[in-house]
């Protein structure tokens, strides 16, 4: 089974800052790769997919790379309401998730 | 737009199973180009997947959890179903059924239930 590895499990940083978090498979999943969003309380919401692709009615600041086994997802501008839990998710057969980073403002 | 309701118990009895339906609204289950899948939440932790269904009736489950999961489909109440037997208080998680798109191209689940708050205790 393919595992899917977050890092780092929680971050606090300031608005403005920008922000990286990093999935790690392990094993190749070309670019099967979707971030997910989820708010206290709340249903997760997708961000992105294909690694890269912003779901529509997503701000801009948010954006995703990678391909094969590493994959970064990035705010570039962190702002108040993006305090959340994400997630990366495998989506090539098994949909297999990451264990989370939580984002918190400093 | 589709949208997505669980429903079922919210308690259940350790050894019991544990029956959860979602009925797919905004769209027909049968039409195809969908996978339906069932997620859960243990309260404070993450995100685990269960299964899917594809409306054909195909099935893929999580390994860890396979050996008591059934994924079912009822196009004929626009429904699919999750069984999970032997339920112990691990067991106790929020459910969310979601859906996501499937033709040439595989999409992970963007439609998702509200979720539904199972516990397994006696």
């Known amino acids: 089974d393919i595992q899917m590895t977050q890092s780092p499990s929680s971050l606090s940083a300031s608005v403005g800052d920008r922000v990286t978090i990093t999935c790690r498979a392990s094993?190749?999943?070309?670019?099967?790769l979707a971030w997910y969003q989820q708010k206290p309380g709340k249903v997760p919401k997708l961000l992105i997919y294909?690694?890269?692709t912003l779901q529509s009615g997503v701000p801009s600041r948010f954006s995703g790379s990678g391909s094969g086994t590493d994959f970064t997802l990035t705010i570039s501008s962190l702002q108040p309401e993006d305090v959340a839990t994400y997630y990366c998710?495998?989506?090539?057969?098994?949909?297999?998730f990451g264990g989370g980073t939580k984002v918190e403002i400093k | 737009q589709v949208q997505l309701q669980e429903s079922g118990p919210g308690l259940v009895k350790p050894s019991q199973t544990l029956s959860l339906t979602c009925t797919v609204s905004?769209?027909?289950?049968?039409?195809?180009?969908?996978?339906w899948s069932w997620i859960r939440q243990h309260p404070g932790k993450g995100l685990e997947w269960i299964g899917y269904?594809?409306?054909?009736?195909?099935?893929y489950y999580n390994p860890s959890l396979k050996s008591r999961v059934t994924i079912s489909v009822d196009t004929s109440k626009n429904q699919f179903s999750l069984k999970l037997s032997s339920v112990t208080a691990a067991d106790t998680a929020v459910y969310y059924c979601?859906?996501?798109?499937?033709?040439?191209?595989?999409?992970?689940?963007?439609?998702w239930g509200q979720g539904t708050l199972v516990t397994v205790s006696s």
């Open positions: 979601a859906g996501g798109e499937k033709t040439t191209v595989t999409y992970p689940p963007d439609y």
């Open positions: 905004g769209g027909s289950i049968s039409s195809g180009g969908y996978y």
């Open positions: 269904i594809y409306y054909s009736g195909s099935t």
């Open positions: 094993q190749g999943i070309s670019n099967y």
């Open positions: 294909a690694a890269s």
């Open positions: 998710q495998k989506y090539n057969s098994a949909l297999t």
